[in-house]
């Protein structure tokens, strides 16, 4: 699985759009994009994935460049309830290792 | 649709003992992973077990085990506790048609 590269921390303003960058330049062609998030002390909580295209759902929106080397998630209207750490995370879809990478993340804190 | 479930939620044990934690996947999903996240520290995989078989598992000792159920459950057994083993024991299972992985509350492990 190709490394990501995401800033440690980010600060946003309530109500405001966060944008959490990620740096994957190594990715290769089949390798998809998968964000979490975890909330102080819980469990992982999957946002969104994509290949190539941007998506959008509920919860957020990806950008992924067209070279893809890197993408942005964008929570669009942040409340205090986002604040914790976002993983990056590429993978091969079906993978034989099965497990995802998670590296540091970022640490989002919402203020008011 | 209920999420992966894990039980017991906190659970205290003294050095040398054994631990048994259980977790539940999503209905219809057949493959569980479990991770361990020490305070402070990333999600490092352990077990990937899928169809009742063990298909990969993490850089840990072997008195890390587990099994899976013919009801797609999950069992990790730690023999031998360490002080080190003192972590957040998270459970994931897997949208086969995304191959997205979603985990549960975890099992907070203390050993004194």
């Known amino acids: 699985d190709a490394k990501t590269t995401q800033p440690t921390s980010m600060d946003c303003a309530e109500g405001r759009a966060a944008n959490l960058p990620c740096n994957h330049s190594t990715i290769s062609g089949n390798e998809y994009v998968y964000w979490y998030r975890q909330i102080h002390s819980q469990g992982p909580q999957y946002i969104i994935h994509?290949?190539?295209n941007n998506e959008t759902n509920e919860m957020a929106s990806l950008i992924i460049t067209e070279d893809r080397k890197s993408s942005t998630l964008i929570l669009p209207h942040a409340t205090l309830r986002d604040t914790a750490v976002y993983y990056c995370?590429?993978?091969?879809?079906?993978?034989?290792?099965?497990?995802?990478?998670f590296g540091r993340g970022t640490q989002l804190t919402v203020w008011p | 649709e209920a999420g992966v479930t894990q039980s017991p939620t906190h659970l205290i044990k003294t050095r040398g003992q054994q631990a048994t934690l259980r977790c539940s996947p999503i209905s219809g999903h057949t493959s569980v992973y479990w991770y361990q996240q020490a305070l402070g520290l990333g999600l490092q995989f352990l077990l990937w077990y899928d169809e009742g078989e063990e298909r990969n598992r993490g850089n840990f000792p072997p008195r890390f085990s587990g099994r899976q159920f013919p009801n797609y459950s999950s069992e990790l057994n730690v023999n031998a506790l360490e002080l080190e083993d003192s972590a957040l024991y998270l459970c994931?299972?897997?949208?086969?048609?995304?191959?997205?992985?979603?985990f549960g509350p975890g099992t907070r492990l203390t050993v004194l």
């Open positions: 994931a299972s897997r949208k086969v048609d995304t191959d997205t992985q979603y």
């Open positions: 994509g290949l190539k």
């Open positions: 995370i590429s993978s091969y879809r079906g993978s034989t290792l099965g497990r995802l990478y």
